[in-house]
């Protein structure tokens, strides 16, 4: 199974959208981040894991799943960085490939010597990129595909046919 863990904190940071969020409401951003991280999740079908840093929710350790995407925050005097590399120990085997996401530098050496691979905040940004303009095309194409009926009607008389399908008229 491919895993990806995602330093939340390290791609809020890196992340054009997610940095202005942030701005505005931490909250905002986590929240966003997450429903990026399940569309990844239902594409890709990676097991993904997001850690956040207890440095900005102080509190004990905390562990939920959202849109089946695991978060986790950290204990409070545990870092991002040390949760991500017990998890790459746990998980990396030789069924598991195990991709962490973060542009830290350290982290990412650190990381390679667990023997998980990296994706920085950017490469990421780019394959949720890439993702959604395929999902756009595929969607594209099966409306085309639908049109394709015996009888030719009219973009109007199939909304009407719409229309009364769903009930609305």
Same mark, same amino acid.
């Given at each position: 199974m491919d895993v990806l863990v995602? +330093? =939340?904190?390290? %791609? %809020? =940071? +890196?992340? +054009?959208? *997610?940095?202005? *969020?942030k701005e505005i409401d931490l909250e905002q951003a986590r929240n966003r981040l997450i429903e990026k991280m399940a569309e990844y999740k239902a594409v890709s079908g990676y097991r993904v894991i997001i850690i956040f840093d207890a440095y900005y929710v102080p509190g004990i350790s905390n562990a939920v799943s959202e849109y089946k995407v695991e978060i986790i925050y950290t204990k409070e005097h545990e870092t991002a960085d040390e949760r991500i590399e017990k998890i790459v120990t746990e998980l990396k085997n030789v069924v598991n490939q195990v991709y962490v996401a973060t542009s830290d530098y350290a982290e990412q050496r650190t990381i390679f010597g667990r023997g998980a691979l990296r994706k920085s905040a950017r490469e990421l940004h780019i394959e949720l990129l890439d993702m959604e303009t395929e999902i756009e095309k595929s969607i594209k194409q099966h409306k085309k595909a639908r049109k394709n009926i015996k009888i030719p009607l009219t973009d109007d008389v199939l909304e009407k046919f719409e229309k009364w399908r769903r009930g609305n008229e």
């Open positions: 995602v +330093d =939340g904190y390290n %791609i %809020i =940071g +890196d992340w +054009d959208e *997610l940095k202005q *969020l």
